[in-house]
């Protein structure tokens, strides 16, 4: 009797957390719920599993549900179908974007992910002497350095334009810039919005005080995403958005604001994605967004370079027609 409460109980409080997860950046609890370590609603089942088996077998579907809802939903699994899908014929571009966290990078692994990857745009956000490294020195790179984002294209940056210079106000740290390309002329933003970092970090020491930085946390980001989706708006060719937005697909916020956008990883990744790992939580929080210009073929995380933040690469294809308009 005792296993099949707990059961059901884990099940139904999975439910409701599940619920809350997608009021994240509306109320707070659901905030912190969508920043902190979901992982930790598998550990009931190192307990119910081996119960279940030994004492009540039927619990073992609805324990299996539950997990599901865990790994699937709250924990964020994606599986894409994109692989069987015909790419359209058009200009292809690999992008790769990292915050890099205000550290210098391990540069052996830098210089082995992208002998590997060969990405067409690196966007790099809180580089820390990116523009001195002979990573790209070569004549084949195009770099563009300001005081908290880089870029480095293998396409002529036709103008760069510096929309925001630090990631906490109210434009956060973004930067516009206009490559050029053989299908012409595509309109790419590197951006770092805020950090829910302070109201994390309150909200276990001083609840009321973490409570209010959360929730100023998420009106400034709120601020800087509409700011930025206006800015977008104003552009009449392909545009590419790419970095540290510090939101997740779950909140409401990403949600309402990018909806008009395709999140790589959210239509072309396998797995989780998580591009944060660290202070035992793990959260997708750096995206690759396209508008519908675009064809994204494959989305994934690569492997560690010296930041908590991991790389994310993205293979897109701007079809004939799209280049065309």
Not at 150 to 161: C, E, G, M, N, Q
Request: hydrophobic share 45%.
């Amino acid at each position: 009797m005792v296993v099949a409460v707990c059961s059901w109980l884990y099940l139904f409080v999975v439910l409701v957390l599940w619920g809350l997860l997608y009021e994240a950046d509306v109320w707070w609890p659901a905030t912190l719920l969508m920043f902190s370590p979901r992982w930790l609603l598998l550990l009931p089942a190192i307990v119910l599993l081996p119960a279940a088996a030994a004492l009540r077998r039927r619990m073992l579907g609805v324990q299996l549900i539950t997990l599901v809802l865990i790994a699937g939903p709250l924990m964020n699994f994606r599986i894409s179908g994109q692989f069987l899908q015909s790419p359209p014929a058009g200009l292809p571009l690999r992008v790769m974007t990292c915050n890099l966290h205000y550290k210098k990078p391990d540069e052996a692994s830098l210089k082995r992910l992208l002998a590997e990857t060969r990405p067409d745009i690196i966007a790099l956000q809180e580089w820390k002497g990116l523009e001195q490294s002979p990573l790209f020195a070569g004549s084949e790179w195009h770099v563009h350095a300001a005081p908290s984002l880089f870029l480095a294209s293998r396409l002529p940056i036709r103008r760069a334009t510096q929309l925001g210079k630090h990631s906490m106000n109210k434009e956060g740290a973004v930067l516009r810039y206009e490559l050029e390309t053989s299908a012409g002329v595509i309109t790419l933003f590197s951006l770092h919005l805020a950090s829910p970092r302070q109201g994390l970090y309150e909200s276990i020491h001083t609840l009321r005080k973490g409570v209010a930085e959360l929730e100023a946390g998420s009106e400034l980001r709120w601020e800087q995403c509409e700011n930025l989706a206006q800015e977008a708006e104003q552009v009449s060719g392909p545009v590419l958005l790419v970095g540290d937005f510090n939101t997740p697909p779950e909140s409401v916020l990403f949600r309402q604001v990018w909806d008009r956008y395709t999140d790589a990883f959210s239509v072309a990744g396998w797995g989780w994605g998580y591009t944060f790992i660290g202070n035992r939580t793990a959260v997708c929080i750096d995206h690759i967004l396209t508008d519908p210009d675009w064809h994204c073929r494959r989305c994934w995380v690569g492997p560690p370079i010296g930041s908590p933040h991991r790389p994310v690469l993205a293979d897109l294809i701007l079809p004939a027609t799209s280049a065309d308009r």
